[in-house]
């Protein structure tokens, strides 16, 4: 599968941003999808992730209360609302799917990027005033 996130941009602290993950090549349906972002001189670090059929849902502590993952598998479609955004949040923001993953995979294997095996090309998300 072939993904493209976009939605990124410059943005004001406090303010809002939703970032959005396209697939094509095949359904999303089966897989386990993820958001990861890479901070200037930081690792790649896990920020969210939704269950193929959109029932669970994980998250980071630094973005849990502000950031919301979706997903609409019709239009394979992964999407990520950012808000109250905070300088540290910028990054590049990459979208991830796991084929193998089963439904109850669980936030510890959710957050290991090593168990995504597609990725997106990351979309830059820059807060600042």
């Known amino acids: 599968v072939q993904l493209q996130a976009s939605g990124g941009g410059l943005v004001q602290p406090g303010r809002s941003l939703r970032l959005s993950c396209a697939a094509s090549?095949?359904?999303?349906?089966?897989?386990?999808m993820g958001w990861f972002r890479q901070a200037p001189g930081k690792e790649r670090e896990f920020v969210a992730a939704?269950?193929?059929?959109?029932?669970?849902?994980y998250y980071s502590d630094s973005v849990k209360g502000r950031f919301t993952v979706s997903r609409d598998n019709a239009k394979k479609m992964v999407y990520l609302q950012m808000n109250t955004l905070k300088p540290e949040d910028t990054a590049i923001y990459f979208c991830?799917?796991?084929?193998?993953?089963?439904?109850?995979?669980?936030?510890?294997?959710?957050?290991?990027?090593?168990?995504?095996?597609?990725w997106g090309q990351g979309t830059l998300v820059t807060v600042s005033s």
């Open positions: 090549g095949r359904t999303l349906s089966r897989d386990l």
């Open positions: 939704i269950s193929r059929t959109g029932g669970s849902t």
């Open positions: 991830a799917a796991d084929r193998n993953a089963i439904l109850s995979a669980g936030p510890d294997y959710a957050s290991n990027q090593d168990h995504y095996e597609s």
